[in-house]
């Protein structure tokens, strides 16, 4: 059980602690609720930028990273969909600057043209490098908006194409800060050897003057359900034809999202999964065959992905992982199939909470969807799944009219 306490500052900023006496360091980890769902369609990408953009430095300090380093300090950050997070890990007795750096970045980021000139050429060289330039790359660009029809899940956190990137303006930048950078868009999470006294001291002393933002409701397009099988077929120098499957499939708060998170798991976690012991160990279809879901806020996706042998066709290779299945949804689980994964899910969870930080992103994930809890409660909404639920989330899912298929074909083969 994860013990921890909660405040909400006068300015709506949520405050977690976590109190660990065997931590030798400190953790503030900071998360806004604002990710690439959150961007207007022709000006994406801003969620990514703005991870880069944070350590470019603010009005008081040159540059974020050599403040921390001088007081033994490590940082990161990372952008999904739904939220931006930011993490501070410092020798204990330097917390308080870790509240002075991440609160005064908060207050009064630099707006200096040389900044955003020198972030916006990191973030479109990665654009190239870990998208176009590299082998499958491109695939959640390809993907995405066969998906996603309507929903603003439909462009990868990268963006959507590079131009948008390449055509942001200070008065842009300016504007997506003073909307979603604001204490009452936030969660702070401060886990280690920390008391609850000393933490609202601290907060109140350096995230207390911030004035809060006018947050207005999200007005995210909702996804309409999908009818219809959509296909795409694309042509790319890499070693292999590669098979995507994405179906469509409840949201992270849904009561069924546990349903069909275990279905993943039984069709396409490891390698005593159903895909992978008959079309990667006995038909030699596949190199490799797995299957996952996004685990989005809202409405998200069910993926099945692998690399196809050169004796198959893409063709085939899809008809194999259609066998697999119509073959559960027709037949049921084995026996103690879905307990084994259940228990694969109880051990990472316990792994997950092993490190003070996994922790405090934890806590952080759950209080932004205003289930702090969840940390401690997420393990038994997945035990209580039964056989029945997963047989019908089988049912609902996995069907050829809620699929969006991917040919990656190798232009080599």
């Not at 051990?347 to 003070?356: A, E, K, T, V």
């Not at 049912?395 to 991917?406: A, K, W």
């Amino acid at each position: 059980m994860i013990q921890f306490e909660e405040f909400v500052l006068d300015n709506g900023l949520k405050v977690v602690v976590h109190h660990d006496d065997s931590a030798e360091t400190a953790v503030l980890n900071l998360i806004y609720n604002v990710g690439s769902r959150d961007e207007d369609e022709e000006v994406t990408g801003f969620a990514h930028l703005f991870e880069h953009l944070m350590f470019g430095g603010s009005k008081n300090i040159e540059e974020f990273d050599i403040e921390l380093q001088r007081v033994g300090g490590e940082n990161n950050a990372f952008t999904s969909p739904d939220v931006t997070n930011y993490y501070v890990t410092v020798p204990k007795d330097n917390l308080e600057t870790a509240f002075w750096l991440e609160s005064d970045r908060m207050l009064s980021l630099s707006f200096e043209d040389n900044v955003l000139e020198v972030q916006r050429k990191v973030v479109i060289e990665e654009f190239k490098q870990r998208y176009l330039n590299q082998p499958y790359g491109d695939v959640w660009l390809l993907l995405r908006p066969v998906a996603y029809q309507d929903h603003s899940y439909k462009w990868a956190t990268i963006g959507k194409e590079i131009k948008h990137i390449e055509d942001a303006t200070m008065d842009q930048v300016k504007a997506f800060f003073n909307k979603h950078y604001k204490p009452n868009n936030a969660v702070l999470v401060v886990g280690g050897n920390v008391s609850i006294d000393e933490v609202k001291k601290l907060a109140n002393k350096y995230f207390g003057p911030i004035e809060q933002g006018k947050i207005s409701e999200k007005n995210i397009p909702e996804e309409k359900t999908q009818t219809e099988r959509r296909f795409l077929e694309v042509e790319r120098e890499v070693p292999q034809d590669a098979l995507y499957m994405a179906f469509h499939m409840p949201a992270k708060n849904d009561p069924n999202y546990y349903s069909s998170d275990l279905l993943s798991d039984i069709i396409g976690r490891g390698e005593s999964s159903r895909l992978h012991k008959k079309l990667v160990d006995e038909d030699k279809v596949f190199s490799e065959l797995g299957a996952y879901v996004m685990g989005s806020f809202d409405p998200g996706l069910l993926v099945i992905s692998g690399k196809i042998n050169e004796d198959f066709t893409l063709k085939e290779a899809e008809e194999k992982v259609w066998f697999v299945i119509n073959q559960l949804k027709k037949e049921g689980l084995e026996e103690n199939e879905l307990q084994k994964v259940k228990n694969q899910v109880s051990s990472s969870h316990g792994f997950g909470q092993i490190d003070l930080l996994e922790r405090c992103i934890g806590l952080a994930y759950g209080a932004i969807m205003n289930h702090t809890n969840l940390i401690n409660e997420e393990n038994g909404y997945f035990e209580k799944v039964t056989e029945e639920e997963v047989v019908t989330k089988a049912q609902e899912i996995l069907t050829e009219s809620n699929v969006s298929v991917l040919y990656y074909k190798s232009v080599n083969k």
